[in-house]
Nanobody, 118 residues
Framework: QVHLVESGGGLVQAGGSLRLSCAAS????????MGWFRQAPGKEREFVAA????????FYADPVKGRFTISRDNAKNTVYLQMNSLKPEDTAVYYC???????????WGQGTQVTVSS
């Protein structure tokens, strides 16, 4: 079992920055990959970024490449999402997820709201 708690969301003006954090507990944090997803009102949940168990590999969705950075601190059992140059279309509830299973993200946090005003 893995328990995930996100924090760091809020209201920011376009062009601003936020850093989301996701604290994990339960299973050994360094043994699984982590990801960030988001869901805007009326839209499907979409992939944002992912990071391997070691932090050596990262992946990004095209809309956030060059603006968002995913990282992790295995000593603190925490994954981060640094979001720069935010746009109104980044407004969504952001979720972190743990990929304990080989082929899916099977543990999810409760989400944190990010609102970008124009």
């Amino acid at each position: 079992q893995v328990h995930l708690v996100e924090s760091g969301g809020g209201l920011v003006q376009a062009g601003g920055s936020l850093r989301l954090s996701c604290a994990a507990s339960g299973r050994t944090f360094s043994s699984y990959a982590m990801g960030w997803f988001r869901q805007a009102p009326g839209k499907e949940r979409e992939f944002v970024a992912a990071i391997s168990w070691s932090g050596g590999s990262t992946f990004y969705a095209d809309p956030v490449k060059g603006r968002f950075t995913i990282s992790r601190d295995n000593a603190k059992n925490t994954v981060y999402l640094q979001m720069n140059s935010l746009k109104p279309e980044d407004t969504a509830v952001y979720y972190c997820a743990a990929r304990v299973a080989v082929d899916k993200y099977d543990y999810w946090g409760q989400g944190t709201q990010v609102t970008v005003s124009s």
